[in-house]
């Protein structure tokens, strides 16, 4: 049975990935942020002159935001400040999270290096990732997992999107993966592997995303046709995640990598149960 161990943020051990297929995801869009050295990640670790890079585009700013908010993807807020009800976003969090001393939000996992929000909300960014699997190893002697490729980064990714306002992850999911592939899996009931922090490259110290992940298992591959944000989707073999890695470097992609803790996941869910 495939084991690994694997740190959010810190991408594969160098034995699992020694091509470097399973990189962090970089974002032409998101400049990267001061670095932050382990022991000053926490928010309790006393940093006087931290100077974080505001990471905010142009479309997020005061003048950009309008259009923004009229496409129906941004919070019309311009700062943490603006936010009327911090008590029931707070309450509702996936991952909990407390405020500094201006009443900002601070994202859980302590300092990113950058300010600013590259998302469309302050705080917590609900997403939802389906992971669809096909094939069953001791039947096929193979087992797929179905991915897009992004069009920020070009990177493989699971085909996952943000919940939108009034909606639920579960309706999420089944909506992100018929935009993003044309794969229309309504009435199916997945298995949630994961629900917790992504290490985004557009996370900041005041906004940030999480996820709740969950794994569709289908018989066959189904036809799946990269849409929506997606430049293509295509299935990639998922008995572990070597043979993930051998399958992305045939076709010289590379993941997503801040979806590796999310796959390891699903794996682990995969083999204990069969
Ligand atoms: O694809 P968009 O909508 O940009 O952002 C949501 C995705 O970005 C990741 O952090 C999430 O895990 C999800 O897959």
């Known amino acids: 049975m495939f084991r690994t161990h694997v740190h959010a943020g810190k991408g594969a051990p160098p034995s699992l990935d020694p091509k470097g297929l ?26 006087p002159y931290y100077t974080p890079v505001d990471i905010t585009p142009p479309e997020l700013t005061r003048k950009g935001l309008p259009a923004s908010v009229a496409e129906g993807w941004a919070e019309p807020h311009v700062t943490p400040e603006d936010v009327p009800n911090w008590p029931a976003r707070a309450a509702m969090a996936l991952v909990p999270f407390t405020f500094d001393a201006y009443h900002w939000p601070l994202n859980p996992t302590g300092r990113t290096g950058k300010t600013g929000r590259n998302l469309g909300k302050w705080g917590e960014n609900c997403a939802a990732d389906p992971i669809v699997v096909a094939g069953d190893l001791d039947r096929d002697g193979e087992r797929w997992v179905l991915l897009i490729q992004r069009s920020d980064t070009g990177q493989w990714a699971i085909p ?4 939108d306002p009034g909606e639920t992850a579960p309706a999420a999911l089944v909506r992100e993966l018929l935009e993003e592939t044309g794969v229309d899996l309504a009435g199916h009931t997945p298995t949630i592997v994961y629900a917790g922090y992504v290490d985004d490259p557009r996370n900041s110290d005041h906004a940030w995303v ?13 036809l799946a046709v990269g849409a929506d944000d997606a430049l293509a989707a295509a299935w990639f073999p ?10 992305l470097d045939k076709v010289g992609g590379r993941l997503y990598g801040a979806h590796l803790p999310l796959l390891t996941a699903a794996v682990r869910r995969l083999n204990d149960c069969c």
């Open 210 to 222: 999480c996820t709740t992940a969950a794994l569709y298992q289908l018989d066959h591959t189904v």
């Open 22 to 47: 399973f990189a962090m995801p970089k974002n032409k869009h998101t400049p990267a942020g001061i670095p932050v050295p382990e022991d000053l990640r926490p928010w309790s670790a006393p940093w």
């Open 160 to 163: 996952g999107g943000m919940v």
């Open 238 to 247: 998922f008995a572990d995640l070597g043979a993930l890695a051998d399958g």
